[in-house]
């Protein structure tokens, strides 16, 4: 499962409500000009009327620190007041704070609360987080069939993290029927939008033979643009591709690079490996 998650913090998202008025949008103005400090001046005296959409956008200044200081609890403030008018956005964030335990103490049940609210109207993160919980038995009792629920309504919208923790579902058969074809599928999709892990997993279902037909260069084709984000494990495995000739011709130097960045790493496996080529002056001194 991934193992972390983060609030959208991102101006792009910032909310225009019905109650759009002047004075917000000079707010946005101030934001599109840099100028993040009038932002919060103009939306500030808009927010304690109950704008929703002020409320938000503040709380995304103060957990940016865009303008202010950073400051959690206000954030949290803020975020409650534009999640209590039904805000998506602003209920998804919320609930990161209670997740992470910035602003208030960590409440895994506030979180799911959250979340749960935000994802039924389809906030593609805040349904990956859900799936995230009752995969890990996060504030409610693990069920992994109610992860895959959440995972594929967001992974359906293009989310690559949701994309990957389906398709690991699909692989180990937690809440779904084995199958590897199409835990193929869903590695696929993130692994196309540069999902590291993704990347790696299909990796090694090519090399495998695994829902794909073995293939050894396609193999070394996504072991390569994960090993290049600086994934361990595809270095690792890539280092082993080189070092056997599987899919790319036998390379000991390149083997041994790769081996290194995934031993610098910790992984052990490709520790293990350098120490045993060093001792037979395998790709060093002599091939």
């Known amino acids: 499962m991934k193992r972390l998650l983060l609030p959208v913090l991102f101006l792009t998202l910032l909310v225009r409500g019905p109650a759009f008025s002047a004075d917000l949008q000079k707010g946005f103005d101030a934001v599109q000009k840099g100028d993040f400090s009038s932002a919060v001046r103009e939306w500030t005296p808009l927010a304690e009327k109950g704008n929703a959409s002020a409320q938000y956008n503040l709380g995304v ?5 865009q303008g202010t200081s950073q400051d959690y609890t206000s954030a949290t403030k803020w975020y409650k007041l534009a999640a209590e008018q039904g805000a998506a956005p602003a209920q998804y964030n ?26 039924k109207q389809g906030m593609a993160p805040a349904q990956y987080n859900l799936g995230l919980m009752y995969g890990r038995g996060q504030g ?20 690559a993290r949701a994309q990957f923790n389906l398709g690991l579902m699909y692989r180990k058969g937690q809440g779904v029927r084995q199958h590897y074809k199409t835990a193929a599928k869903w590695y696929r999709l993130a692994a196309r939008q540069g999902n590291s892990r993704a990347q790696s997993d299909l990796g090694l279902m090519y090399c495998n033979g695994t829902g794909v037909p073995q293939d050894y260069k396609t ?7 994960a090993a290049k984000q600086g994934y361990a494990f595809a270095q690792y495995n890539l280092g082993l591709m080189y070092e056997m000739g599987q899919g790319v011709s ?5 083997a041994i690079r790769w081996y290194g960045l995934a031993a610098e790493q910790g992984n ?11 001792g037979n002056e395998t790709g060093t001194v002599q091939d």
């Open 61 to 65: 200044m103060y957990e940016d620190e």
């Open 94 to 119: 919320l609930g990161g704070l209670y997740h992470q335990g910035k602003g208030v103490p960590q409440d895994y049940t506030s979180a799911i609360k959250w979340y749960k609210l935000a994802a």
């Open 140 to 159: 409610i009792p693990q069920n992994y069939k109610v992860a895959v629920k959440w995972y594929r309504l967001s992974a359906r919208q293009g989310n």
């Open 219 to 225: 193999a070394v084709k996504w072991y390569t643009l």
């Open 250 to 254: 036998r390379d000991y130097s390149t």
């Open 268 to 278: 052990a496996d490709a520790q293990s490996k350098l120490a045993l080529m060093y």
